[in-house]
């Protein structure tokens, strides 16, 4: 059999090794505008000098040179014919397939202000091809504003910092940000602070609930300065000042290929619990699926393609919980589930000595944990929250509550988790 996999990362590469541990003599062909496997979430390590692209690498095998994988690099998809599991790149017959996955991953979003779309200086951080412009243009830049204060924005801006590793001097930064908090989809606004609070020893400005409204441009093509709004309205609108700008709003799953092909999308491509689209033997994960916008869930729902890829039904069944890590300065974050309370919710808060933990209790059970600092004993509250286990029946502070109240032994004397 013959699987086609579309893209060549988290998700894409994790699927050719599942395919090949459960038929290794399937043959398998990987398409990608990549050039290099690279990992994304270590784009800032790049940028400031830390590791070179081949450090970014994270296949430590001989994976990509089996006999019976394909690794055809550097093409940009543009069309797929359902039907006859074609892909094409323009007129370009690339490869075909028994099955596919889409595992193409997201672009960055741009917004269409001012000039932030065809500027030179203003670039998204998405890509390697990204990171290596940001390093270029970083290297006669003085003022860089980031838009956006979310992970992939403070990533940047530590990268920016972090540049004379590169051999190169750090611009002042200033980060602009819609929300009232940075990070606001990580983490809650305490946590966020305590990083806010490094940044800005740093020398970082930041500029929260302010929308960028416009550019002022040097009529070369370069952004002299992004406006801002009055934002809060005891605020005045302002012009920060910059000869570059990084975009870190957000991303959008890279599936405008898919267009007219019959595999139905909605903001991402449509999947059901087994990662089949509505097209048989057309399969989706990672980003482009859109289930949630982290690697280790890429990669986890690559497998779970594999499987289903290669005949073996498996649903997916990690929907449920959203779960981040943060880590700057050496500062650790793990969030999980909730993050901000809804009506009804209990919140506890426990700080001592740098540690800070938030509990969000909903109808007796963990509906949402934020651990800053020490964040050992993760792995329980995830699986409090996952399986949405109850804790108000124990009569005991939730901060007590530990695996042990949910042991019991079985009759051939073995632990087992009872709920
Ligand atoms: C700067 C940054 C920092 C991040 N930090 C973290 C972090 O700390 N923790 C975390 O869990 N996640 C992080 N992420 C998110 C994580 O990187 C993604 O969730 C993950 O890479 C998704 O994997 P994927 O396989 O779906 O897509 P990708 O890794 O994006 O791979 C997509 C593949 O598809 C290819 N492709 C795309 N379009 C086409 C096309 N038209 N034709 C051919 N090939 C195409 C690409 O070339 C690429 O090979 C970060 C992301 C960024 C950008």
């Given at each position: 059999m013959k699987h086609l996999i579309l893209g060549a990362g988290a998700a894409g590469i994790s699927a050719a090794r599942k395919i090949l541990k459960e038929k290794p003599d399937d043959e398998i062909i990987i398409v990608s505008e990549d050039t290099e496997v690279y990992s994304r979430c270590m784009l800032h390590r790049f940028i400031s000098g830390e590791r070179d692209a081949a450090g970014l690498n994270f296949i430590n095998d001989d994976l990509l040179e089996r006999r019976n994988v394909t690794w055809i690099k550097g093409k940009t998809l543009t069309r797929l014919d359902a039907d006859s599991k074609t892909v094409y790149a323009g007129d370009e017959k690339v490869a075909s397939g028994d099955t596919i996955l889409i595992a193409t991953g997201a672009n960055s979003v741009t917004p269409p202000i001012g000039d932030l779309r065809t500027a030179k200086n203003a670039f998204g951080l998405r890509h390697l091809s990204d990171a290596r412009s940001i390093v270029n243009c970083a290297k006669n830049a003085e003022k860089v504003a980031i838009i956006g204060a979310g992970l992939v924005g403070l990533d940047a801006c530590y990268a920016l910092l972090e540049l004379g590793k590169n051999g190169l001097t750090s611009p002042q930064i200033t980060v602009i940000e819609?929300?009232?908090?940075?990070l606001a989809i990580n983490v809650d606004a305490h946590a966020a602070e305590a990083y806010q609070k490094k940044f800005e020893e740093k020398g970082v400005t930041f500029l929260l609930a302010r929308k960028v409204v416009g550019t002022k441009s040097?009529?070369?093509?370069?952004?002299t300065a992004v406006e801002l709004d009055g934002?809060?309205?005891?605020l005045t609108s302002l012009s920060v000042p910059c000869d570059m700008v990084v975009m870190a709003v957000g991303v959008r799953p890279a599936?405008?290929?898919?267009?007219?092909?019959?595999?139905k999308t909605e903001r991402a491509v449509v999947v059901d619990d087994y990662l089949a689209t509505n097209v048989p033997g057309i399969y989706a994960a990672g980003d482009a699926a859109g289930l949630s916008g982290i690697w280790p869930n890429a990669q986890k729902q690559g497998e779970f393609a594999a499987y289903n890829m290669t005949g073996t039904k498996w649903a997916y069944?990690?929907?449920?919980a959203i779960k981040n890590t943060v880590n700057f300065f050496g500062l650790l974050t793990l969030s999980v589930g909730a993050i901000k309370p809804e009506e009804g919710d209990e919140t506890l808060v426990k700080e001592d000595r740098g540690n800070y933990r938030k509990l969000i209790l909903r109808d007796g059970a963990v509906a949402g944990v934020i651990l800053q600092g020490e964040i050992g004993g993760s792995g329980f509250w995830q699986h409090l929250i996952k399986n949405k286990i109850?804790?108000?029946?124990?009569?005991?502070s939730p901060w007590k509550v530990s695996y042990a109240d949910f042991f019991g032994v079985e009759n051939n004397g073995e632990y087992k988790w009872v709920v």
């Open positions: 819609m929300a009232p908090s940075a040097d009529g070369n093509g370069s952004i934002g809060d309205s005891r599936i405008a290929f898919l267009e007219g092909s019959g595999v069944d990690d929907r449920f109850r804790i108000d029946t124990l009569g005991k």
